[in-house]
Every structure is written in C-alpha cells, then in structure tokens.
C-alpha cells in the first residue's frame, strides 16, 4: 500500500493559495460513510472529488450463490432508510420471472408499505435538512412519526430497520388488527405533524436563504446525470416509476406529482414535502380498498406459488406435499426458469432497478442492483463548484445520499 | 406512445442493417445485440433521433460468460425515453483477451461512474473514459472479483484448517495442554503437528509413570 493514496497531501503547501478539506468518510456532516475531497479557496469550493466504497458489501456477488429468499436480505441494506420498497421491488423482481399473479388485496397492502417507507424515507431526509441548516427542532419532533412507521413494520413483519420484509407472492401473515390500529391512528395525527413541520421549514426566512439557490441542477443537466426520484423532480421533470411503468397495481391511484423549477435544496425539500402528502393520499386510498374485501377475500394475503410461497407451519407438520416445498424453499432447492428481467420500483430516492438474469440455476447467474443514489452522487462536484462550503454539506443532505445505496 | 418495440426494431434495422442481430422481447423489453465497435454509433443514433429519443441511460452493467470464446463479457445498456416512455436494451459482447469497448461517457455524464463500477467488477477498458480507475475496490486489487473465475465459498467444503476452528488434532491438543493458545499458524504443517504431539505424549507418559508408581 502507498502512502500518498489516502490523504493526498498538497504539493508545495506553501504556493498553493488553496485549501484541502477531507469532508469525511466519518464526519458528523456526511450522515454516512462516504469521503469529499474538497478543494476551498476561502471558504470557495473550486473542485470536489467524491470517493465512495467504503462500505462495500459485495451484494451483487453474493447474490450469484443465494437462492431467491436469501436475497431479500440483501435488498434491506441498500437503502435502510426505506427497506420495505427494496423488499417489495425485489419480490416484484422475482414474481415477473416465475410468473406469479398477485392478488389485489397484496397489491394494496404492498402499497401502503411503499408509502408508509417513502414518507419515513422523505421525512428523515427533509428533517435533516433542517438539522444541516441549523434547525434540530424538527428532526426530533418527527422522529415519533418514524417511530409509528417503524411500529407498523413490526407488527407486519417483526423487525424495524431491515425489515426482510414479504415474500414471493405476497407477505409472510395477514396484518393484524393491531397493525390496522396503528395506521389509522398515523392516518390521523401525522397531517397535523406534517403540517407543523411545513410550518417550521417553507416559509422560514433562515431556512429560505440557506436553501434557495443551494446546489441546483437544470433538468437537462439532471437527466444527462441520471437522476431519478425527487431530486429529479426538483429539477422539473415529471418522472416517476409509479407512474411510467406501474408496479403493485400502482394504476389504481389517483395521485399527483410534485414538481420544482429549479433543481435546488428548497426545491427539493418542497419536492419531498409534496410527496409526503401525495403518499398520505394514496396510503388512505388502498386503505379504503383493503377495508373493502369482505369474507374470504379479506383474508387473502398471497398468492398461490407453492414453489415459492412458503407453506404454513401447521401444513408442514401434517401434510407430505407441505413438508416437501418447505424444504425446497428453505434450503434453497428451487430451480428458477431461465429469463432475463428488468424490474424497477420508485424507491424513496428514485429509479431501484433490479436486473436479473437466470440460468435456469437455484441462484441467479447474474444479479445488478440500479442505485439512484450510486448514480446521481457523481454530479455533487458539479452542483457545488463555487459554492461555500456550508452549502455543499447542505446539497449533500438534500441529495438523501445513503451510503448503503451508494455501495452496495 | 406510438413508440413500439417494432418501430424501433426497424430503424434500427434501417440505419445499422445486419450488424444489429438477435432481436427479442423479453417481458416485452426490446432486447439487442450489437458488435462492440458500434456502441457509440447506435446510442449516438439512439440518442439524437427526433423519432427515437432515447435520452437517459438507466443502467449499465456486465456480464461475464467463461464459456463463450471470444465473447465472454457482455456490457449491457438500458435506455429510456422518457417522452413516449419505452425502454429498451443492448447488449455488446468483447472478448476478455482484450475488452476494449468505447466509453459512453460523452453522451451521458452518468455513464462515468457506472463505467468505473463495470471496470471495477469486470475489467471493461472503456476507451475514452476520463477517469477510468477503480471505484468500490480498493485501488490495489489486481483482480477483477465479479469474474466467473472467481466463486465464493462453497458452504460444504471440507478442506478448511480444522484447527482453526478448534476441531480436529491441532485444536483438541492446544485444548489438552492448557496453554491458552491454539497452533501457531505460522509454522509449516508437519512440524506444528509433530512439536505439540511430543507435548502431549510425554504428558501422557508423565501421567502413566504417576500412575505406575
């Protein structure tokens, strides 16, 4: 190992009349594990230089000798900020290639987890936007919200952060009343949280003048660079997966989508914020949808994919045929048909594509993730060249830039 | 939407002729193949046609097939145009002797880091790139690890040291001695074995003899 690779010392300290600034991987402002090489003439940035991979985990190698389950955990600790919508793309990914049809009513609960997951996603995001610029009030007042979200997961699936959450066809139970009873009661009170903390931030004077104008993009400009998501919106163009290519019966909603002009932090923030309230939106639709399956089919939660589905733990105790798939599916024997597939999902910071291609292997052959976050992170030099640097640790926060995302 | 996957097909074959082959569909996602020296020329064309429009590169990524000679790495692009909302994909093939492929970087600014990603894992020479060096790895790695050639651990393999894992005679006699250290991994095999066995037997000697008196 050289010794000139990590810290990159100036050459002829003295002559240089600019400053080099390791703006992380480990700095407080980073809220990940991620390195800025910054060049400051004052406080000026003349040049960035971006180093990611610090937290590489290999995901798409891995991917090459796990059978389908064993992915999902993977998909989790991509972007963990929003885990289910990875989850659910992944399924999504996997029911295309095997074929499965879901049921309606999977659809919709899906659905409200997507939602649920993009406005925990938004609200971190936006709420640490504040704390970047010097408002911490918000942060802690909504993390209660996050905290409700992040109940309703547990009583879905049991765990919070990586939540593993799903299956091949559908979910692993029905949700339980008490999962219902917390989504109304987040139904309830969180407009009025929401529109406190829009209170808070969008006509805040200090909080205009550290974001209007901070890190913008042109759409042109964003979409040469990939962008996807709300920082694409920001920009002005009205891309949204939900939309384009509708997934999980997406076509259903009725839903409209936040725009901005001018690509910058306050457009983004007023993006997310857009989008917060759009979900909400959509969450009480398939709610009212989900309320309306009576009888059976108000107890449907999966679809009928044997092979993939596994069976229910009193079926294996007593029948051949359960005992048998649950093996399979447990230790992974399950041939997947050969196929080639491109599945994507409006994550909580864009386009999460999943390419998938089968040998007709237990495994996939090959398996690449499509991380918004991986792609758009190489315009952040363009977006703060000649900025001060309080505004570049600002535009990195409104980026929503998650390192695991970044890296996989 | 009057894009459809057989417009496209046919300006393709229109503007390229034989040298695009193996069209398919599937999950009616417009699947190609192109020779590798045209790639620019076809996301050039792709690109700038006011009918085709396809401005925003999805992904990019590679694929390795040992078995193919002469083709073993695939890159493989997705586009989209967002205006008649149609995707499509192409592939390029090269051989791993010499996977120069052109960069696409001039056409997408995303392309840079996804091409760096691809180099990365696959070894892809991108000719043109601005910057092209490794991005997740660390710089001193001289493999490229998502190659077929290199498999991850087989969970039922049986050639592991079982002394690192306190089985086996090296484990259970570094247990026997209570000398609180397990074998010096170190040393050569055989003499590791041979010092502790000698350990070992002459305690039992030593425990025998006690015995004995």
Known sequence: ?408 | MSLTNETIKERLKAKFGDEVSNFEEPYGLLTFEAPKDLNLKIMQFLFDDEELRFQFLTDLCAVHYPGQAGRELAVVYHLHNLTDNIRLRFKVFTAIAQPDVFTATQLYSSANWMERETFDFYGVNFVGHPNLKRILNVDEMTYFPMRKEFPLEDQTRIDKDDAMFGRGPGGVKAGVDGQGHGPVTGQAGPLNTADQGGATSQEMRAGKGSDEL
């Open chain 1, 1 to 408: 190992m050289s010794v000139d690779q990590h810290i990159k010392l100036p050459e002829g300290s003295i002559e240089k009349t600019t400053t080099t600034l390791n703006l992380g991987p480990t700095h407080p402002a980073t809220h990940g594990v991620f390195q800025n090489i910054l060049e400051l003439d004052g406080e000026r940035i003349v040049s960035a230089e971006q180093t990611v991979g610090y937290i590489h985990r290999a995901f798409e190698k891995l991917a090459e000798r796990r059978p389908l389950y064993q992915i999902t955990t993977l998909t989790d600790r991509l972007n963990y900020c929003s885990s289910p919508i990875n989850n659910m793309g992944w399924h999504i990914t996997c029911e295309k290639l095997l074929g499965v049809k879901t049921p309606k009513r999977v659809d919709y609960l899906r659905v409200i987890i997507m939602e649920l997951s993009r406005i925990s996603d938004h609200l971190i995001c936006n709420s640490v936007v504040g704390v970047d610029s010097g408002a911490f009030t918000g942060f802690l007042y909504v993390m209660q919200y996050r905290e409700l979200i992040y109940e309703i997961y547990e009583e879905v699936c049991g765990s919070r952060l990586t939540t593993n959450m799903g299956r091949i066809g559908g979910f692993e139970r029905n949700f339980t009343n008490a999962a219902f009873e917390k989504l109304e009661k987040f139904l309830a009170e969180y407009p009025g949280v929401l529109r406190e903390f829009e209170n808070m931030f969008t006509r805040n004077r200090i909080f205009m003048e550290r974001t209007i104008g901070a890190g913008p993009i042109s759409a042109e400009r964003a979409l040469n660079y990939g962008f996807t998501g709300p920082n694409l919106r920001a920009a002005g163009v009205d891309y949204d997966v939900r939309v384009h290519t509708p997934y999980s019966s997406y076509e259903d909603f009725q839903f409209e989508i936040p725009v901005g002009s001018t690509g910058d932090c306050y457009d983004r923030f007023l993006v997310r914020n857009g989008e917060m309230w759009q979900s909400l939106k959509i969450i009480e639709d398939a709610y009212r949808k989900v309320k309306e399956f009576k009888g059976t089919d108000a107890d449907v939660f999966h679809a009928d994919a044997p092979a993939y589905y596994l069976p229910e733990k009193k079926d294996v105790y007593t029948k051949m045929e359960a005992l048998i798939w649950h093996f399979k599916i447990v230790m992974g024997e399950t041939e997947i048909p050969p196929g080639e597939v491109y599945q994507s999902v409006e994550g909580g910071n864009g386009e999460v594509g999943y390419y998938l291609i089968s040998d007709g292997g237990r495994t996939p052959y090959r398996l690449h993730f499509r991380r918004p976050c991986f792609i758009y992170y190489q315009a952040y030099s363009e977006l703060t060249k000649g900025s001060m640097l309080s505004d570049a640790i600002i535009t990195m926060s409104s980026l929503n830039l998650i390192a695991g995302e970044m890296d996989a």
